[in-house]
């Protein structure tokens, strides 16, 4: 027996498993339209490669992986692409997302599948390819593209998740009481991608009987090919949040994810047994994922269990193919009662993290009462997984204290809720942490902005207050300059004055050297000087050829075009001469990048003149 | 359908301490074996004091509440202001006259509570501010202990009681020193000649007439708190762990000098009133389960010192005040280590020493 290790904290709510589990798996009608959202993992949107009004098969590709960190989505039914809009999502905010609307046509006609007849043979690129190409996004809730879990280097331990702790939900329970098998070939198939596998666990909550003894049998029953590593099945106490992918790792290897990390620092890789089962058949029969199990449950209904539903099936279709009763409810839960959200918009999808829609009667789950005052009784603490202080995070998330929220550690929460469970003065702390966490990402987002916007002002401050600096030095220069000529001057008349019999050639040397000094000072101010003279010419020299031939009102504005052209020709010139001379000298880079703006900035100007030019003509 | 948006989670505990209210009720259950006690050694002074801190604290909640324009049934309500009621008019000697009980409601509810900004936010212990403003203040009244019931003495008349609390009449000649009193100003006399001749030891096992059972009252009342696990164990046995076991470094065997012996301190005057529902008080204690062990830990040694060395005999709610200043300093070194991390960290720790 491997030894069970405990997570502190967790809570105990009332079960509420068995009211979906008296029948099997049961299916409803087929929806008149199909919403599926491109957008249903975490990570890229996919890309549509369906048009409006074309028909598609069931299982045929609609949309394709965008980027590594993204899944396939794929026609639950055969039917017509009506739209591809935005429709509301599955998701607390109720926004809208791109999402392709599939009509049915109610054949259910499937597209021809590539199934594989020995999928022993493949290897792990093979098989991570085939997982990626059915669109496999993590079932358990959190829809992470399943393809990227399975590129982990250095995997140890491959544990398969069906604790299913929240309460209400059973469709990981239903599944492994019906596709038991299929799961543990999702292992073993999943095991192979890993090659320094040592262990594959599957952990479940003991208060699934009917699941353990369905996987034990299917476990004696598995053919025992000797060069395949066992499946343990590990069962674990019943106790919120057990399923949770770190609390799990917790109560089945005693280990820690480190803060921060994923499963895989530590060589550990976890996926929910509805995707190994979804894994398997993606790979034995080239299966795409368009359908899944999930729980509908709640007073609010009057028929609560287990069904297989289309991927995209309206939840409104859903409902109301369980007799669903609007005016008992009060909230309509996508998830569980811990961790699920309310929507408000019903015609929202199913997507592929969908395991439980929970439609409580108002007696079921009242709601919560009036907030009252915290007076630190420490229940929060106690039942919190992660060992956090909630009661703190709390005084500071009211604070808005993000230094002392990050010191008690506010992004090691995993909103399993356990905290608002118990808190005897009602207090939504999950949601002052949701909004905290909010806030200091948004924060953070804001200060790189800030950081790099200050480090932008502080580098154009500097490169004016150098630019100001040489301006400076060279304007002293010049006053030097002017001022020595203006001494040599004055000493030069004093002299003549004086001494008019001083010696000529003395002089004329002294001026000769003065004029050179200033051109050295300033070769820019001639070369710019010539270049005006230059553009002045080729004006003058257009207007003089416009005046020989003014004959009609278009020809005039087409020399003035003509005009314009060739003196923004000059100027390109000139600026392309300035920009030589200066890389020539081996100029600072701050002054070729202006020259160089300058260059381009003409350029444009040519190439607008010259547009115009031709449009006139 | 509702325009209401509830965020998970849906659902709520539905335990006997799911509410505040409720905890607040299991604490007031949980006080009457020390109460009983109280009154059959005491007499019927003791449910007077209770009567009077009642109305009195009950009634400033609502003046309070009236004056922060707060709705006032809502917060009556939690219970808390009675809690506060109960736990001063315990600590009050019984007979008290009606204005020490009114003045120590006014420091505590007023005060202590609402001037701070009401539940949740007081860092003292509203019931102890109380209790200490009326003993510094009124050090006469606040010590006169009735003799214990017990071998002949019967219970103060009820009509004199009255006259006691609302008319001044002393009660001269009805009161004694408690056991700490006898202890604390013992001369020449072993412990063991002190418990024989002593009145306040008079037929007592460990701690003093009466005391013993008040104290083993409150004993009980603390045990089914911690069974309804309205607090956790941390903080009382870490106060009573030190009172045990400080007086076994300082008990000398009972010469007239000592201190009085570990079993002594832990059944005589405040100890199980203060280990069981004053120190457990969430809003004033530190937070962490360790936090809770160091703060009980340190009340439980201060108590020691004071009683001992100290110019009062019993020192629970000057113990407590201490250390309610000394929690949040508490909170900062005793953050438990978070999943993931390899070590618990001070939230002292600044953002650039990750």
Known sequence: MRKIFDFHGGIHPPENKHQSTQGGIESIALPKELIIPLNQHVGAAADPVVETGQHVLKGQLIAEAHGFVSANIHAPTSGHIRAIELRTANHASGMAVLSIVLEPDGEDRWIELESCDQPETLDAQAIIAKVRAAGLAGMGGAGFPTSVKLGGKDIQTLILNAAECEPYITADDILLRHYAAEVLAGAQLLARVFPRLESILIGIEDNKPEAIASLEHALAAQPNTGNTLAIEIVVVPTKYPSGGEKQLIQLLTGKEVPSGKIPAAIGIVMQNVATARAAWRAVRYGEPLISRITTVVGKALKKQGNIEVLIGTPIAHVLSERGFRETESERVVVGGPMMGWAIEDTLAPVVKATNCLLLPSKEELPAAPPEQACIRCGLCAEACPAELLPQQLYWYARAEDQEKLRAYNIFDCIECGACSYVCPSSIPLVQYYRAAKGTIRQAEKDKRKSDQARLRFEARQERIAKAEAEKEAKRLERKKAAEEAKRKLAEKQAAEKSASAYSATESAKDSTKDSAKKDAGEPDMKAIKSEMVKEALAAAAAKKSAQQDDSSEAEKELKRLQRGLSSAESRLERARATLLKNQEEGADATRLDTLAARVKEAEQKVNDARKKLEAAQ | ?354
């Open chain 2, 1 to 354: 359908m509702s325009l209401m948006r509830p965020s998970s989670p849906h659902t709520h505990s539905a335990s006997s301490i799911s509410s505040t209210s409720s905890v607040m009720r299991t604490v007031v259950l949980a006080t009457l074996p020390g109460l009983i006690a109280l009154t059959h050694f005491f007499g019927v002074g003791s449910i007077l004091n209770l009567l009077l801190a009642i109305i009195f604290c009950l009634g400033f909640e609502t003046l309070a509440l009236k004056l922060r324009k707060k709705p006032v049934l809502f917060y009556l309500g939690d219970y808390s202001a009675l809690v506060t009621a109960i736990l001063l008019a315990l600590a009050v000697p019984p007979y008290a006259p009606w204005w020490l009980i009114a003045t120590g409601s006014f420091f505590a509810i007023v005060v202590a509570k609402h001037l701070y900004g009401g539940l949740g936010f007081n860092p003292f212990n509203p019931a102890m501010v109380g209790y200490v403003v009326l003993l510094i203040s009124f050090p006469v009244e606040m010590t006169q202990w009735r003799i214990p019931a017990i071998e002949g003495l019967g219970y103060l008349p009820l009509l004199d009681s009255l006259n006691a609390i609302f008319a001044g009449a002393h009660l001269d000649g009805f009161t004694s020193a408690t056991p700490l009193d006898a202890i604390k100003h013992n001369q020449g006399l072993t412990v063991e000649d002190l418990y024989a001749t002593h009145s306040a030891f008079q037929s007592a096992k460990i701690a003093g007439t009466g005391w013993e059972w008040v104290n083993i009252g409150f004993l009980v009342g603390g045990l089914y708190l911690l069974y309804q696990k309205v607090f956790t164990w941390h903080a009382p046995v870490g106060m009573l762990a030190a009172l045990f076991i400080l007086p076994v470094f300082f008990y000398d065997g009972g010469s007239s000098a000592s201190a009085g012996s570990p079993f002594f301190h832990l059944f005589s005057g405040a100890t199980m009133l203060g280990a069981f529902f004053i120190i457990t008080d969430p809003v004033t204690s530190a937070t962490s389960t360790l936090g809770r062990l160091i703060y009980g830990a340190a009340i439980g040694a201060l108590v020691f010192i004071i009683r001992v060395w100290g110019n009062y005999p019993d020192a629970v709610a000057f113990a407590v005040l201490l250390m309610n200043f000394a929690a949040p300093f508490i909170d900062y070194y005793t953050v438990p280590r978070t999943y993931g991390h390899e070590r618990a960290q001070s939230a002292l720790r600044k953002e650039d020493e990750h």
